[in-house]
């Protein structure tokens, strides 16, 4: 059964919760990777397992996997609710979360969130189970890239499974390399004298976009600009005008003067019949490749490629950053945890979701095998893709992490405006971070400068 969740919905079938008592363990049978056995000494107390229907929250993209699972598991009766899964930053499903814990029921035993940052909130409602502690099992959760679900520890335990991973990588317009007679660049200053040189010799041409909101998370993110490192559930060390972020905002201001870099969305109408048939160049994360080039843009096959993401000279560390992907939260308060476990290991593992139809790179290894190589067999790129987004996925520099506050929305309502008005990035760092210090603090942020 699916249902469209809208605003005021109470989803899925009222429980009664009762806390079991301390000491007595539930034990889950291990089935599909989940399962495994929770003990009161994990300080997590399942309440009453009463079984029932299966309440799934999912966005619209991540219908197409509980509906998958819905008719591969027919014996397992599901409530499957779309909701807009937080899409930018909505909060709906904090609120709703915050309703049911008033009203002692309500909540999903499965939900999707776009966000990363979701345990920001999730564990202090006590919302979402701890699923390192008995309900998963440590051979299944190793599968995961490295780094993948950083976002999902909190104090050394895991709150959710990071779905699929927006690594970095530089995608590129192989027929016109060669046609010109260009490198790669496998530096950032290789990448910038290549952005002079097409300024000069094909002016129109582009070698990357800073217009779209989450341009610090491509650009500044792989450049280490520690604007955003998280030190704690409320802590934040924010350094925007650092010596690596001011090079990157150098670099940046540098190619968008010469106009090789666009300030337009590369999903807005004005880059699609602007630029579409004028990109060289293009860092920016894995979905990329389908979402920008394939469907928005409607690049023809065989000319979109992938390198690696362009590192400074002398860098030992490579390091990329990371634009989106999703967490799956399991509920604390789920009287079905058995099925909810099974339906949470199968929807972030499976080949035949995750490697066959999943729009996004898997944060799941093994899936992200199958992944590649059908985006290999699908003839639409002009190499083999794998190597560079396999390399980046566990290359996500650590130093940028996931706090309660929007980076993006920051960004927009602070250096956008100014971008558009002429104003140079490395002018505005200050005023970055003074508008990121403001919004950490407002979230109950420990900052430190």
Not at 151 to 169: A, E
Not at 299 to 317: D, F, H, K, L, Y
Request: proline share 6%; aromatic share 10%.
């Amino acid at each position: 059964m699916a249902v469209q969740l809208d605003g005021g919905t109470n989803p899925g079938k009222s429980r009664k919760r009762i806390a079991l008592l301390a000491g007595v363990a539930l034990v889950l049978s291990a089935c599909g990777g989940g399962g495994g056995t929770v003990t009161a000494q994990n300080e997590f107390k399942p309440v009453e397992q009463t079984g029932g229907k299966l309440t799934v929250w999912v966005d619209s993209t991540r219908l197409a996997a509980a509906q998958l699972y819905q008719k591969q598991n027919p014996s397992v009766q599901m409530d499957i609710v779309t909701y807009d899964g937080d899409a930018n930053g909505s909060n709906y499903l904090q609120t709703k979360v915050s309703l049911f814990n008033r009203t002692g029921s309500g909540w999903p035993d499965v939900v999707f969130s776009s966000q990363n940052n979701a345990t920001t909130w999730a564990v202090p409602a006590k919302f979402t189970a701890p699923l390192n502690k008995g309900l998963i099992q440590q051979s299944l959760l190793d599968g995961w890239a490295p780094g993948a679900n950083d976002p999902c520890m909190v104090d050394g335990t895991l709150y959710c499974l990071r779905n699929d991973l927006s690594q970095t990588v530089l995608w590129y317009n192989a027929s016109l390399m060669k046609q010109w007679g260009y490198e790669v660049p496998t530096t950032w200053e290789q990448y910038e004298a290549l952005g002079q040189k097409v300024a000069a010799e094909h002016p129109g041409y582009l070698v990357g976009s800073a217009g779209d909101t989450f341009t610090p998370e491509i650009y500044l993110w792989a450049g280490k600009c520690g604007a955003n490192q998280i030190t704690g559930p409320k802590a934040v060390t924010v350094n925007a005008t650092s010596a690596n972020c001011t090079r990157m905002a150098s670099l940046l201001d540098t190619l968008i003067k010469n106009r090789t870099l666009a300030i337009s969305s590369v999903f807005s109408s004005d880059f699609g019949k602007n630029h579409a048939d004028k990109i060289l160049m293009m860092p920016g994360p894995a979905w990329y490749g389908g979402s920008v080039f394939r469907e928005t843009l409607k690049v023809p096959p065989g000319q979109i490629a992938v390198a690696p993401m362009p590192q400074w000279s002398g860098e030992t560390s490579p390091s990329v950053g990371n634009v989106g992907g999703g967490t799956w939260l399991l509920s604390a308060h789920s009287a079905n945890l058995k099925a909810a476990t099974d339906f949470l290991a199968w929807v972030t593992t499976s080949d035949d979701y995750q490697g066959k139809l999943a729009p996004g790179y898997p944060a799941y290894g093994p899936a992200a095998k199958t992944w590649l190589a059908n985006q290999s067999s699908s003839g639409y790129y002009a190499n083999d893709i794998a190597g560079p987004l396999q390399a980046a996925a566990g290359q996500v520099w650590p130093g940028w992490g996931y706090g309660q506050f929007s980076q993006e929305a920051i960004w927009a309502s602070t250096v956008t405006p100014g971008l558009n008005a002429g104003k140079s990035i490395v002018s505005m760092l200050p005023e970055w971070q003074n508008a990121i210090v403001n919004h950490a603090r407002s979230d109950g942020y420990q900052v430190s400068q």
